[in-house]
């Protein structure tokens, strides 16, 4: 059977915030005719940051997230601003702000889809290398973060034993990982 893409019938929007917009979407099936409802969520794109300083750590961060409702250890990341029409700007500016580290060098590993069955945004991942601490965090007022640093050696184990269990910072990993071999 060849997959087909589904007619789009309209959609209606249900609320909209600051950083998201949630809609119910009506779609026609191509295989049945049959008229469906999704619910999508339209967010600016992401991005996350896998950095590596000169002497071979990886920074992480440690922060409270409300979904899980327990403190994440992830790398730094977040929305792309509206004014920011280069991924790798963006990027470089939640490093900065999240950790203040500043790369040497950074470059995009990988673009992906966080959840394509119901969100329309990508999330852009990039490896941030010779990070230097220049500086101290820029937080938003609804962030609370902790930069640590790990030897990057240590990093398979901290996702091995469920330490860093955030979907796209382990896409972002595995993005890294793939480059690598």
């Given at each position: 059977?060849?997959i087909?893409?589904?007619?789009?019938?309209?959609?209606?929007?249900?609320?909209?915030?600051?950083?998201?917009?949630?809609?119910?979407?009506?779609?026609?099936?191509?295989?049945?005719?049959?008229?469906?409802?999704?619910?999508?969520?339209?967010?600016?794109?992401?991005?996350?940051?896998?950095?590596?300083?000169?002497?071979?750590?990886?920074?992480?961060?440690?922060?409270?997230?409300?979904g899980s409702?327990?403190?994440?250890?992830?790398?730094?990341?977040?929305?792309?601003?509206?004014?920011?029409?280069?991924p790798?700007?963006?990027?470089?500016?939640?490093?900065?702000?999240?950790?203040?580290?500043?790369?040497?060098?950074?470059?995009?590993?990988?673009?992906?889809?966080?959840?394509?069955?119901?969100?329309?945004?990508?999330?852009?991942?990039?490896?941030?290398?010779?990070?230097?601490?220049?500086?101290d965090?820029?937080?938003?007022?609804?962030?609370?973060?902790?930069?640590?640093?790990?030897?990057?050696?240590?990093?398979?184990?901290?996702?091995?034993?469920?330490?860093?269990?955030?979907?796209?910072?382990?896409?972002?990993?595995?993005?890294?990982r793939?480059?690598?071999?």
């Open positions: 059977m060849t087909r893409r589904w007619d789009e019938l309209g959609d209606e929007t249900l609320v909209q915030y600051k950083v998201f917009h949630v809609r119910k979407s009506r779609r026609r099936s191509p295989r049945t005719g049959t008229e469906i409802g999704f619910f999508l969520m339209d967010t600016p794109d992401w991005v996350n940051v896998l950095p590596i300083t000169e002497d071979g750590h990886v920074v992480l961060v440690r922060q409270y997230r409300h409702r327990r403190v994440s250890l992830e790398i730094p990341g977040g929305l792309i601003d509206a004014h920011e029409t280069d790798a700007v963006a990027a470089a500016r939640e490093l900065r702000e999240e950790t203040g580290f500043e790369a040497r060098t950074i470059e995009c590993i990988g673009v992906m889809n966080p959840n394509p069955a119901m969100m329309t945004n990508r999330c852009h991942a990039f490896l941030a290398t010779g990070c230097r601490r220049i500086g965090l820029q937080m938003d007022p609804g962030e609370d973060i902790e930069v640590v640093t790990f030897p990057l050696a240590e990093l398979d184990g901290l996702v091995a034993r469920g330490e860093i269990d955030h979907a796209i910072v382990l896409a972002t990993i595995a993005f890294w793939a480059r690598r071999t």
